[in-house]
């Protein structure tokens, strides 16, 4: 599997989720969000190895799904599956509670 650069600039966040990867889930939080990508932290290890699917639940924006690019314990580089759900879902973050979870 080929490394895919980064295509979109990342905003820094702390939003609290719950991320999931072959069935194991654990607590966790978003540390940065794009249009294209996250950077997921974990409490306990899913497991989760490059090309697993990870499914990250917010409050914010209900579930996000993608596929980790990279893993270095405890966190995660996630890829988004990208529709027009979920990048309405993004939008919706940045319009309405970026404000509250952006951190610099």
Known sequence: MGFISRR???VRTRIRATIE???VKTRGSVLDLSEDGMCVYISDS???HV???INVLTEEMGML???AQWTIFP???VRLNLSS???AKIESFYKNCAATHIRG
């Open 75 to 77: 966190r995660i580089g």
């Open 8 to 10: 979109s600039n990342r």
């Open 51 to 53: 090309g697993h699917e």
């Open 21 to 23: 990867c072959n069935g």
């Open 46 to 48: 899913v497991r989760a």
């Open 65 to 67: 799904s993608g596929i």
């Open 85 to 87: 759900n979920s990048r």
